[in-house]
């Protein structure tokens, strides 16, 4: 038939009661669709999808809870310390994938928590509980019976330290959605991020904070980051990120200490390592800062992790204000990606960036030279040259004869 003459269907998303997953899965779960949420063994994974349970359960919807992984009574326990108790969650023991599936049919309910996969077995496959072969299939198997029976399903897995996803990279196909959550484990900060998604964008970005009530989900990230900032301080400089579609102002921090090692240290915690090296070559060939017998030292504060080439100009500001001693003014904020010739670049979606950091209270902001308009209210410094960054906001002496 000719594709215009294809129905739309209607949108029969069900709101999974947590705003940070439902941000991420664009409005919420699918009847009839599998989606696969993976981590590192104790992120969150059994909380968020706990409460998602006690969510639905108590706005009406039935869930089916298959605690494959730990005993009813531990789930029952944690469920009621997370105020997720409802009547209309079933919890059921059972990992055998047969009986998980006559339950789905018997039971009918709008979604099904499968906790976790990796713990799911089929005996009449003689794969060992976890490996590869099991994992596939049963995964298929309640995939199946979802798209027959109309229930959301939503399955555990885990993803070991290695990122080595033993079960969860074989399921990716097999699944229509496939999250991923991450944060460092010493940190309370968590993220949601889809990277696969068959119903929508997959650029959305979820955040929570861990807490002894269980997850809570982060509408305003640039506070909870900035908090605990001491403004001013040499080597601090705040950036406006892009991460998943979503702004967020993150204290970056420089560290340039005098070093007594042959090749001297560069450590990057939260940015990539390869940037700095090349952000130090930059600033060495051409702002004559030369950090050859010193140890440099970058890190994103509050477990963040930042990939984009937007905060280059930051980090080179924090290390010349770190290795000069001159704080940066509290009240700037700096983006651009640096090139190679020492020259500032455009980064994407400046606006909104700058709208963050206005509506945080940054008054002054370094941006590359062509960047569009500004925000009104915003003082501006546009910048060709790291070099020219540097001199004008007074961290290095500018030269006349230069
Ligand atoms: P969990 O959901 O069990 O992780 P996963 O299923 O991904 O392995 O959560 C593990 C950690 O979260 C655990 O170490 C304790 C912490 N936690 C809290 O801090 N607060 C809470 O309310 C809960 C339930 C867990
Ligand atoms: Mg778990």
Redesign the pocket.
């Known amino acids: 038939m000719p594709i215009t003459s294809v129905k739309p269907r209607v949108d029969a998303r069900r709101s999974t009661g947590v705003d940070q997953l439902d941000v991420v899965l664009t409005g919420g779960v699918v009847p009839g669709s599998a989606t696969l949420l993976g ?1 590192e ?8 999808l706990l409460q998602t349970a006690g969510a639905m359960g108590s706005s009406g919807r039935s869930v089916l809870y298959v605690a494959a992984e730990e005993s009813i009574e531990q789930v029952h326990e ?1 469920a009621e ?2 105020g997720a108790l409802s009547e209309s969650v079933l919890i059921t023991a059972a990992n055998d994938v047969d009986t998980v599936a006559s339950e789905m049919r018997r039971i009918g309910p709008d979604v099904v928590i499968v906790d976790s996969i990796q713990t799911i077995t089929d005996q009449s496959n003689t794969g060992a509980a976890g490996s590869v072969t099991q994992v596939r299939d049963c995964a298929n198997r309640l995939v199946r019976e979802a798209r027959r029976t109309g229930a959301a399903l939503m399955l ?1 897995g885990h993803v070991t330290k290695e990122g080595s996803l033993a079960g969860p990279r074989v399921l990716e196909h097999v699944v229509d959605t496939v999250l991923t ?1 991450e944060g460092d484990r010493h940190h309370a900060l968590r993220f949601l991020r889809a990277v696969k998604h068959r119903f929508g964008s997959t650029r959305s970005l979820g955040v929570f904070e ?5 997850l809570v989900g982060v509408a305003d990230p640039s506070r909870l980051f900035l908090a605990d900032r001491v403004p001013g301080v040499a080597g601090s400089v705040v950036v406006p990120i892009i991460d998943g579609n979503r702004p967020m102002m993150v204290e970056l921090q420089a560290l340039v200490v005098k070093s007594s090692l042959a090749s001297p240290r560069r450590v990057a915690q939260g940015f990539d390592s390869r940037r700095l090296a090349l952000i130090l070559a930059v600033l060495e060939r051409h702002a004559g800062v030369l950090l050859g017998d010193h140890d440099v030292y970058v890190s994103v504060v509050g477990g963040v992790k930042v990939t984009e080439p937007g905060a280059d100009l930051a980090v080179a500001i924090a290390i010349v204000s770190s290795s000069m001693g001159i704080g940066v003014p509290a009240e700037i904020v700096a983006c651009g990606e640096v090139g190679l010739g020492g020259e500032i670049r455009q980064v994407s979606e400046i606006d909104r960036r700058l709208n963050e950091a206005s509506r945080i209270g940054f008054e002054s902001v370094v941006v590359p030279a062509k960047s569009p308009q500004v925000p009104e209210g915003l003082k501006v410094l546009r910048a060709a040259t790291v070099l020219e960054t540097l001199e004008r906001t007074k961290l290095i002496d500018s030269d006349p004869f230069r």
Do not use: C, N, Q
Request: hydrophobic letters at 30%.
């Open positions: 981590g063994p104790g992120i969150g994974k059994s909380t968020l944690r310390r997370l555990v959550f861990m807490t002894g009530d269980g």
